[in-house]
């Protein structure tokens, strides 16, 4: 039950975190934007003396590019929740705050601290198969409810891994619709 608890104060102060310090207007790909290669005329006449810079290997990032607005959908509401489990297992701290600002302000008006330092000891409750499981970890479908188009619940019995969760490690979650995508609001 204590591990669930911090996990879900968690979740409230990283959402809380993010959504203050960059808000869903304001995506990853925005800040790190970097100019457009020359035209592959302007490279032959120009070599280049430096080496190449290799390809990013980064996952896409888990807002929408741009000013677009994500589809208010079933689909994306789990496609946000697994970016979610799958930082969480990786314990990537900038998707996990990203995700979860909503709950994440909860719980730091609640007395927890930002996001990023709640979330340090969460990953630390958190065993290495369990951390595994959960970068691969799907959500069945068939097993979320939609309550509106603007808030849907994600059970735990939704996830799918290989390892096994309890409520008290992992929960249950909601997710609502807010500023053009789907945030953790909530976790029981």
Do not use: W
Not at 28 to 40: M, R, Y
Not at 64 to 81: D, F, H, L, S, W
Not at 148 to 168: H, N, Q, Y
Request: with cysteine.
């Amino acid at each position: 039950m204590r591990t669930r608890t911090m996990v879900s104060v968690a979740v409230t102060a990283c959402v809380t975190l993010v959504a203050c310090a960059c808000g869903p207007e304001k995506t990853k790909e925005d800040v790190d934007a970097k100019p457009s290669q020359p035209s592959a005329s302007t490279r032959a006449q120009e070599p280049s003396a430096t080496p190449t810079e290799p390809a990013r290997t980064e996952k896409p990032s888990a807002t929408p590019t741009g000013n677009q607005p994500a589809p208010r959908t079933k689909e994306r509401a789990i496609q946000r929740y697994e970016q979610y489990l799958h930082a969480l297992g990786r314990e990537d701290i900038d998707t996990v705050c990203e995700v979860a600002g909503p709950g994440a302000k909860k719980a730091q008006d609640m007395g927890f601290g930002p996001c990023t330092s709640t979330y340090v000891v969460v990953f630390q409750m958190i065993s290495p198969a369990q951390k595994k499981a959960l970068q691969t970890a799907t959500v069945d479908p068939q097993r979320i409810t939609v309550r509106t188009p603007d808030k849907i619940e994600m059970p735990l019995e939704a996830v799918r891994a290989s390892a096994t969760f309890s409520e008290s490690d992992l929960g249950s979650y909601t997710l609502e619709y807010l500023e053009n995508d789907y945030y953790i609001t909530d976790g029981t």
